[in-house]
């Protein structure tokens, strides 16, 4: 009782500390300051990622963790529109706040909860190789594919499928398909050629896998 106790401790202080630093964060504040918060948020996800998970709290938890990082992105997504936003910072808000989404969901595996990490990694990889960083980019998009992967082995094959699910299921292509393109523009950048060469092949077969009018618009 004496530990759990002292993980629930350990796990409100932290969360009190993101809390606080993320309602900071949504200030305007200079590039440098928002650099440090951001700093402060990376070591307290750490952190986070270590609380051991089994007791009543885990949902508030999980909640708050989730909360932080959509607070975070939105906030990231605000800054964008702004034309004398730091798009370093904008990429790296995002990459801090998708940590944050991929730690609240470590142990929640729901289609729609893998699908919302996926969009969030494929925008933080893009995010990061617009500002010619193709080492963050490519962490990003190596979280991506780690959910496509789940995604795709609902993909359903058999020839009856309902409408719902081919455009599900075309949806999931089609991002698969972005995210080679990126994971090749990111080797390439990185001076990888055979990296690069894989993920482009592996771009053009998913690029024939789709239905022809989503793959001219793609």
């Given at each position: 009782m004496?530990?759990?106790?002292?993980?629930v401790?350990?796990s409100?202080i932290?969360?009190?500390?993101?809390?606080?630093l993320?309602k900071?964060?949504?200030?305007?504040?200079?590039?440098?300051?928002?650099?440090?918060?951001?700093?402060d948020?990376?070591?307290l996800?750490e952190?986070?990622s270590?609380?051991?998970?089994?007791n009543?709290k885990?949902?508030?938890?999980?909640s708050?963790?989730?909360?932080?990082g959509?607070?975070?992105w939105?906030?990231?997504?605000?800054l964008k529109?702004q034309?004398s936003?730091n798009?370093?910072?904008?990429?790296?808000?995002?990459h801090v706040a998708?940590?944050?989404t991929?730690t609240?969901?470590r142990?929640e595996?729901?289609?729609a909860?893998?699908?919302?990490?996926?969009?969030?990694?494929?925008?933080t990889?893009?995010?990061w190789?617009?500002?010619?960083n193709?080492?963050?980019?490519d962490?990003?998009?190596e979280?991506?594919?780690?959910c496509?992967?789940?995604?795709?082995k609902e993909?359903?094959?058999?020839?009856?499928?309902?409408?719902?699910?081919?455009?599900?299921s075309?949806?999931?292509?089609?991002?698969?398909?972005?995210?080679?393109?990126?994971?090749?523009e990111a080797?390439?950048?990185?001076?990888?050629?055979e990296?690069?060469?894989?993920?482009?092949?592996?771009?053009?077969?998913?690029?024939?896998?789709l239905?022809?009018?989503?793959?001219?618009?793609?």
């Open positions: 004496e530990g759990l106790n002292s993980t401790n350990t409100s932290l969360l009190s500390q993101l809390d606080s993320v900071e964060l949504k200030k305007d504040l200079s590039d440098e300051r928002s650099s440090s918060l951001l700093d948020i990376i070591q996800t952190n986070l270590a609380v051991e998970m089994g009543d885990d949902a508030e938890l999980t708050r963790i989730r909360a932080s959509i607070a975070l939105n906030r990231a997504v605000s529109t034309d936003t798009a370093q910072l904008v990429a790296r808000m995002r998708c940590n944050l991929f609240a969901s142990e595996e729901s289609k909860v893998i699908k919302k990490k996926l969009a969030m990694a494929m925008k990889g893009r995010a190789l617009d500002v010619h193709p080492t963050m980019a962490s990003a998009l979280l991506a594919e780690e496509l992967e789940k995604l795709e993909i359903p094959s058999s020839s009856d499928q309902s409408t719902t699910k081919q455009d599900t075309t949806e999931d292509q089609r991002n698969s398909f972005r995210v080679k393109c990126f994971r090749a080797a390439l950048a990185l001076s990888d050629e990296k690069a060469w894989i993920y482009f092949q592996k771009a053009k077969e998913r690029l024939h896998q239905p022809q009018e989503v793959a001219i618009s793609t």
